[in-house]
């Protein structure tokens, strides 16, 4: 296994990641936009465009490392403009070089991510020495309008397994921020919810608070016959059914596609994420 080099040896990874474009950074005042988000909480910059021309990325990329010193800086991809501009490091997408390779090239110091996309990729990138991993799509998203979004189960699925940090990407919002911590998230990666926001620093100070809060909420949010509740935690699946005065013995329960016996519902905790099914059987006469 290789080893992992950033987290091993400095801070723990901030937890806002905002992607841009050089194209977003052309203006003077759009520059000002992302400084305002990096006062707001921001933590790490991704610069991605893969549009821009060798030339353009190096300057926009230089740009970036003036405008926000002490932000940690990656290049999308490109780790020869990386290593010109004097960024921290890289994020690979899905299909990109080995990890390994990369950080050959780069540098043990280097800060390495790759994109994922399931629980088998998260494992074999993570031995592949990522820093960490950015997991998505998780919400519907304009970025990727033919995707379909996988939820924040998927990030479950990669964090029982995952030591490295997990960034959530996909129509993120402060709405759902939290959300993806709890299911397991490090922290969040956002385009447009800071990009296309009036205030960039008010919109980045409520992505932090939210994610915050994450593991701090006072309901979890769960699905019912297709309808998203937010219901109290630590509750088991029999006292969920009291509360909405269901007699257990009179209800078949399925949750997350497999049918709970019912001596089971008073041991089962209701989770982050569930999805459950209620049909209530009618009494014979």
Known sequence: MTERSYTLDRAPL??????????????????????AAVAGGVGIVQLRDR????????????????????????VNQRIDV????GADGVHLSGNAMPVGRARHL??????????????????AVEADGA???????????????????????????????????????????????????????????????????????????????????????SVIEVTINGDRREVEPGKTLAQFLNGLRLEPQMVVVERNGEIVARDRLAETPLVEG??????QMMAGG
């Open 131 to 217: 820093d960490y991993l950015i997991v998505g799509t998780i919400y519907p998203t304009a970025t990727h309008p033919g995707r379909v979004p996988e939820g924040p189960q998927l990030l479950r699925a990669i964090a029982a397994t995952s030591r490295a940090p997990l960034y959530a990407i996909g129509g993120i919002t402060a709405a759902n921020a939290g959300v993806c911590v709890r299911h397991g998230a490090h922290g969040v990666a956002v385009i447009r919810a800071i990009g296309e926001a009036l205030d960039p620093e008010a919109a980045a100070r409520q992505l932090m608070a939210a994610v915050s809060r994450g593991g701090e909420s």
């Open 51 to 74: 549009a821009a021309g060798e030339a353009e990325l190096l300057e926009r990329a230089q740009l970036l490392r003036r405008l926000v010193p002490d932000t940690l800086l990656i």
């Open 274 to 279: 569930d999805t459950l099914e209620i049909v």
């Open 106 to 123: 780069f540098g043990q110091e280097a800060l390495i991510g790759r994109s994922v996309h399931s629980a088998t990729a998260a494992q």
């Open 82 to 85: 990386a290593l010109a501009a």
């Open 14 to 35: 901030p937890k806002l990641m905002l992607v841009t474009d050089a194209a977003a950074i052309r203006e003077p005042r759009e520059a000002e936009r992302i400084a």
